[in-house]
């Protein structure tokens, strides 16, 4: 319970258990949205071992513990769907509306390093 409170977002109130549900509109969520060895992995797999240790008298601790994630991936699911659809409705304002009107596409944006196989097949 307290890791799970300290990964929290700044706004949300984390001093008491069970954590306060409240308004996330236009909120951030910080650190949660980020993933990697911290994120909501982590969180489902300790989840699952609490469960199965647990104890009758923990019944209750695990259930809210349940509630609490199952609220914070809907609402990051929400979180993340609006900002998807905001970045996917922004406009390319580098490329004129003629040039995209002679079938002219902007040039894909590089990720990440190119595979080995690629460099080698250049070669």
């Known amino acids: 319970m307290a890791w799970w409170s300290a990964t929290?977002?700044?706004?949300?109130?984390?001093?008491?258990?069970?954590l306060v549900q409240g308004d996330t509109?236009?909120?951030d969520w910080g650190s949660l949205t980020d993933g990697g060895k911290d994120g909501l992995f982590l969180a489902l797999v300790s989840l699952g071992w609490w469960i199965l240790a647990r104890g009758?008298?923990?019944g209750s601790k695990v259930d809210e513990a349940?509630?609490?994630?199952?609220?914070v991936i809907g609402e990051l699911n929400s979180h993340l769907?609006?900002?998807?659809?905001?970045?996917?409705?922004t406009v390319d304002s580098s490329i004129?509306?003629?040039?995209?009107?002679?079938?002219?596409r902007p040039a894909p944006t590089k990720i990440g390093p190119s595979s080995r196989r690629?460099?080698?097949?250049?070669?």
Do not use: M, Y
């Open 8 to 18: 929290q977002p700044t706004w949300r109130d984390t001093s008491d258990w069970p």
């Open 25 to 27: 509109n236009g909120r």
């Open 56 to 58: 009758t008298c923990e």
């Open 66 to 71: 349940i509630r609490d994630v199952t609220w």
């Open 81 to 89: 769907s609006v900002t998807a659809t905001a970045h996917s409705n």
């Open 96 to 104: 004129s509306p003629s040039a995209l009107l002679r079938g002219k």
């Open 118 to 123: 690629a460099k080698r097949g250049r070669a």
